[in-house]
């Protein structure tokens, strides 16, 4: 790269670093949003556990794997069990139990979700991908499982978003 070229690049950089660092105003909405996703998770597992309870096939707009929806949809049982495994992941992460993994941390460490949204600082996308903002919160503990966000992704695919949706 020339001088010119290399100067370019550092503006850019600087441009994005810029444009991605965002104040925080309102750290307590980042405890309600707390509140929020909790009460999300416990209300999707309460959910479920009506869902699973129920023996009729009559008028289902959320079916168990014995069902049929009111709109002809169907849902197995992998389905469900893997449904059921991310919210208990959720739940983990809301409540500070499992880490986010990064990756310029160590294996066997990750970021505490429940701290980031509870003790916040300003946000700085830059800062948080290359790893000075994610240290602050990070800590040694189990880290959400890739495997089970493999096999949600496996069997959902792109209609992940869609079922999230519905079943929320």
Request: proline share 4%.
């Amino acid at each position: 790269m020339s001088p010119l070229e290399d100067s370019e690049l550092i503006d850019i950089i600087t441009l994005v670093h810029l444009t991605l660092r965002v104040p925080l105003l309102e750290p307590e909405r980042l405890t309600s949003a707390l509140a929020h996703a909790e009460a999300v998770s416990a209300q999707s597992e309460a959910m479920w556990q009506a869902i699973l309870a129920e023996t009729d096939n009559d008028h289902e707009w959320i079916p168990n794997g014995k069902q049929e929806g009111i709109l002809g949809a169907k849902l197995s049982q992998e389905q469900i069990d893997s449904w059921l495994g991310f919210v208990s992941e959720a739940k983990a992460l809301w409540a500070g139990e499992k880490l986010i993994p990064h990756w310029r941390l160590a294996e066997g460490y990750g970021i505490n979700m429940r701290k980031v949204l509870l003790n916040p600082s300003d946000f700085d996308l830059v800062m948080w991908l290359q790893g000075s903002l994610a240290a602050k919160y990070s800590e040694q503990g189990e880290v959400v499982s890739q495997e089970m966000l493999e096999n949600l992704w496996q069997i959902y695919g792109e209609d992940i978003f869609g079922f999230a949706a519905w079943f929320n």
